[in-house]
T-cell receptor
Framework: AQSVTQLGSHVSVSEGALVLLRCNYS??????LFWYVQYPNQGLQLLLKYTTGATLVKGINGFEAEFKKSETSFHLTKPSAHMSDAAEYFC???????????FGTGTQLKVEL | GAVVSQHPSRVICKSGTSVKIECRSLDFQATTMFWYRQFPKQSLMLMATSNEGSKATYEQGVEKDKFLINHASLTLSTLTVTSAHPEDSSFYIC?????????????FGAGTRLSVL
């Protein structure tokens, strides 16, 4: 069984500040981990994913995430927030078999001037 | 590229009626499509996996006679909510996995918000 916990349903940062969105997972097998972003009235867009290899993963729009097995975490970061980053972010885990994604409850990111 | 179109984006219906939601991959062929349901402030929950030309595989607890899934072509899957009731009101999202693409690639539609009166 797999599960994902996203701490903080709402996160607010100032433009230019560090973005940190937290994700912890539970998996009985080596996990594949994903971050998706959803803008209003749009589908989920893949930001980045970890499958195997390098634990620091870089994605689109300046985001990156680090897989930490010892902490069962896959937190998403961006050094400097832009107004355009305001959206809902979902962390997800898969067993690698490719069929089932288990999602967290999402974190709404607000970027303030 | 890799656009998934979902239609309608919003539907309001009376209790007891059936509603069909379409999920189309516009610029790629999708051998596998997935249907998710999202309740307010909750996770996306996988309802079923549909493979082109075969019966859908439903997750535990999902009524297959209630949520009919058809995947008749490589670019179209439909979800029909039969005899809808207010408790079926939710946000339904589809995704599609490209034929020949990696197992962990899914492209998502924008979702359909169903409100049953």
């Amino acid at each position: 069984a797999q599960s994902v916990t996203q701490l903080g349903s709402h996160v607010s940062v100032s433009e230019g500040a560090l973005v940190l969105l937290r994700c912890n997972y539970s998996s009985s097998v080596p996990p594949y981990l994903f971050w998706y972003v959803q803008y209003p009235n749009q589908g989920l867009q893949l930001l980045l994913k970890y499958t195997t290899g390098a634990t620091l993963v870089k994605g689109i729009n300046g985001f990156e995430a680090e897989f930490k097995k010892s902490e069962t975490s896959f937190h998403l970061t961006k050094p400097s927030a832009h107004m355009s980053d305001a959206a809902e972010y979902f962390c997800a885990v898969s067993d690698g078999g490719g069929n089932k994604l288990t999602f967290g409850t999402g974190t709404q990111l607000k970027v303030e001037l | 590229g890799a656009v998934v179109s979902q239609h309608p984006s919003r539907v309001i219906c009376k209790s007891g009626t059936s509603v069909k939601i379409e999920c189309r991959s516009l610029d790629f062929q999708a051998t596998t499509m997935f249907w998710y349901r999202q309740f307010p402030k909750q996770s996306l929950m996988l309802m079923a996996t549909s493979n082109e030309g075969s019966k859908a595989t439903y997750e535990q607890g999902v009524e297959k006679d209630k949520f009919l899934i058809n995947h008749a072509s490589l670019t179209l899957s439909t979800l029909t909510v039969t005899s809808a009731h207010p408790e079926d009101s939710s946000f339904y999202i589809c995704s599609a996995r490209p034929a020949g693409g990696g197992k962990n690639i899914q492209y998502f539609g924008a979702g359909t918000r169903l409100s049953v009166l």
